[in-house]
């Protein structure tokens, strides 16, 4: 079955150092990967994505992730982190049929100044 | 802003009442979808539509559940005789040709 796993609930960073948010999945063959962020109150909004090509992609608000096949991973990056980037992040996979999207649980960052 | 717009934002409701939701999405985009997210949860797929076609529907989506698209344009997920586990965000997609899904701000129902 299709799943996502965000193995950390909470992650706590000083503003200015780096990040990693961990996502593993299971999918029966390549999947759409995805990452979306929800600030409180607020919509989804798209970070980054992968289809297929070079397994490290850029996204918006400085952003990166990179997909490792044998590990079945997509973490996301940041090498400083801004206090404005406090929120929920998820990671998703989506089924390459229906395009529907499998969410984690997701992470929730906390950011000191 | 994504373009997508939901209607209401919050809904409290009593047990056993109806309720209603809308979705507004990007006009020209043909998929769209609903989404369920409780506290402390990602989103649970709940059903999609191709232009006004139902495509498929999650086993989360009981009998209570129904959704519409009407003419391909907005769509409306409609909950009977509401449960308190019915509480929840309940969120809509609409997917562009990239295959990117740009999500409404949601419509947070609480169910006393």
């Known amino acids: 079955a299709q799943s996502v796993t965000q193995p950390d609930i909470h992650i706590t960073v000083s503003e200015g150092a780096s990040l990693e948010l961990r996502c593993n999945y299971s999918?029966?063959?390549?999947?759409?990967l995805f990452w979306y962020v929800q600030s409180p109150g607020q919509g989804l909004q798209l970070l980054l994505k992968y289809f297929s090509g070079d397994t490290l992609v850029q996204g918006i608000k400085g952003f990166e992730a990179e997909f490792k096949r044998s590990q079945s991973s997509f973490n996301l990056r940041k090498p400083s982190v801004h206090w404005s980037d406090a929120a929920e992040y998820f990671c998703?996979?989506?089924?390459?049929?229906?395009?529907?999207?499998?969410f984690g649980t997701g992470t929730r960052l906390q950011v000191f100044p | 802003d994504t373009g997508v717009s939901q209607n209401p934002r919050h809904k409290i409701t009593k047990r056993g009442q109806n309720v209603t939701f809308r979705c507004d999405p990007i006009?020209?985009?043909?998929?769209l979808y609903w989404y369920r997210q409780t506290l402390g949860q990602g989103p649970e797929f709940l059903t999609y539509f191709q232009n006004e076609a139902q495509l498929e529907k999650s086993r989360l989506l009981s009998d209570r559940f129904s959704a519409e698209r009407p003419k391909g344009s907005f769509s409306t997920l409609e909950i009977q005789r509401t449960e308190q586990g019915d509480s929840a965000m309940y969120l809509c997609?609409?997917?562009?040709?990239?295959?990117?899904?740009?999500f409404g701000p949601g419509t947070r129902l609480t169910v006393l």
């Open positions: 997609a609409n997917q562009d040709l990239y295959n990117e899904q740009f």
């Open positions: 006009s020209e985009h043909n998929r």
């Open positions: 999918y029966g063959a390549t999947p759409y």
């Open positions: 998703a996979v989506g089924a390459r049929n229906t395009d529907k999207l499998i």
